[in-house]
């Protein structure tokens, strides 16, 4: 695989961050920086890298919370989906909540679904997986076979429902009719905890 992925388990709640490399000279994306800023800068600067995009899953302040400071030191771009906007800028952020003060993000560009975003090299489909929050979405390399699903899907289970924009029933659709229909051996990098594939979670969905 061309692609490199260094994970980051970050912030309060122990979001994973993904740092993805290895198609264009010294540039990557970081998905989701959601906490410490140094640990994320250190390994940009460690690999020689020039951070171009930050790729956010949805607008949850443990998804975002380093976003405005690497924008500011690396003058990379922000990408997000287009319904989020005002998760990404509201109190509907849990960041008065989790980091005891407003946390405030502006994309540089909002996407729509099943747009390719090219950049360091790197074709990401966007997939628009609302439920979790009303404007979540899952980025997906399809050469590579590797969907980055934010709070969409997790090992064996899926995000909660139960924040401002969160729909269960939303949830479920997104699941079963945007992401069961990849390849089983996709491999899935989870906002949480570890990773699966798209086979391993089809069974807990009985999709067959």
Do not use: W
């Not at 997986?129 to 009303?134: A, F, L, N």
């Not at 699903?149 to 729909?167: A, I, K, N, V």
């Amino acid at each position: 695989m061309d692609i490199q992925i260094k994970k980051l388990i970050v912030g309060p709640v122990r979001t994973n961050c993904y740092v993805v490399y290895g198609k264009e000279a010294n540039n990557a994306v970081v998905v989701d920086p959601g906490d410490d800023t140094f640990r994320i800068e250190q390994i940009l600067i460690e690999n020689k890298l020039n951070l171009v995009g930050i790729l956010l899953t949805h607008g949850h302040c443990d998804h975002i919370g380093a976003v405005n400071t690497l924008r500011k030191r690396f003058g990379a771009s922000v990408y997000a989906y287009e319904a989020e906007k005002e998760v990404l800028t509201s109190g509907y952020n849990l960041s008065r909540e989790i980091m005891g003060e407003k946390i405030s993000v502006e994309a540089d560009k909002y996407l729509r679904d099943g747009e390719l975003l090219s950049i360091a090299g790197m074709t990401f489909q966007v997939i628009y997986t609302p439920g979790h929050t009303v404007g979540s979405c899952c980025y997906f390399l399809e050469d590579e076979k590797i969907l980055f699903s934010g709070d969409t899907l997790f090992y064996h289970s899926h995000g909660r429902t139960d924040f401002p924009t969160g729909s269960q029933s939303a949830i479920i659709r997104s699941i079963v009719d945007k992401l069961m229909v990849l390849d089983d051996d996709v491999l899935v990098c989870a906002g949480h905890e570890g990773e699966t594939t798209i086979g391993s979670e089809r069974m807990i969905y009985d999709i067959h």
